[in-house]
């Protein structure tokens, strides 16, 4: 049973366009909600992260929208990069467990 | 190290064979997990030690899978009598604790090729 559902699985934007990953969970006992980036041959690293205590978290182009009622998480990447491009999963934890979504494999076109 | 390390980076071994992952996690975090990436898959959970209390082996596909954890530090992933749906790419993570809005760390991961 997936804890937290992740789409799209994969993403293609053009260099300069807005990047959108939806993420949504069921367990209301989830209070911290990291997405982490990984790059090919190497390990997820964290990105940015929300509590549920906010509605949303920007730091520099990476912005994470938080919809507690609606059950629902997402990430935003303004002005997108090549350099962006990677793997994207989002995650749901609470004290001992990390619940990650399926990933989404993000492509910026030059 | 200042990172999580997990050795091989990369593993082939023939099928039937026994196989031994190593995850060294950052010095002082008490919480360990193993997770398995497969090609254009998530990341999905196979054990958390956390301490000294029992480890979550929920995750754990199959008994030919286990994992210990030394001295509350090193821990080995053995896969018995490998299959070819076990090649994958295996993460270990590591965090300081089991609080919320803790980072987990991740290693670069052992490849796992069965043939």
């Known amino acids: 049973q997936q804890q937290v559902k992740q789409s799209p699985q994969s993403l293609i934007v053009q260099k300069g366009g807005i990047s959108i990953i939806n993420c949504a969970y069921e367990?209301?006992?989830?209070?911290?909600f990291p997405w982490y980036q990984q790059f090919p041959g190497k390990g997820p690293a964290l990105l940015i992260a929300?509590?549920?205590?906010?509605s949303e978290k920007k730091e520099g182009r990476f912005t994470i929208s938080f919809n507690k009622s609606a059950k629902q998480f997402s990430l935003h990447i303004m002005d997108s990069q090549p350099g962006d491009s990677a793997t994207y999963f989002c995650a749901a934890s609470r004290p001992g467990q990390f619940y990650f979504g399926t990933g989404t494999s993000l492509t910026v076109i030059p | 190290g200042a990172g999580v390390s997990q050795s091989p980076s990369n593993k082939v071994t023939e099928k039937g064979k026994d196989v031994e992952l190593r995850c060294d996690p950052i010095s002082g975090h008490t919480a360990l997990y193993w997770y398995r990436q497969s090609l254009g898959q998530g990341l999905e959970f196979l054990i958390y030690f956390q301490g000294n209390s029992a480890p979550d082996k929920s995750g754990l596909p199959s008994d030919r899978f286990s994992a210990e954890r030394t001295g509350g530090s090193v821990s080995t992933l053995t896969i018995q009598r490998t299959q070819q749906e076990d090649s994958a790419v295996y993460l270990c993570?590591?965090?300081?604790?089991?609080?919320?809005?803790?980072?987990?760390?991740f290693g670069q991961g052992t490849r796992l090729t069965v043939v």
């Open positions: 367990n209301t006992a989830f209070d911290y």
């Open positions: 993570a590591s965090s300081s604790n089991t609080g919320g809005d803790t980072e987990a760390f």
């Open positions: 929300i509590r549920p205590d906010v």
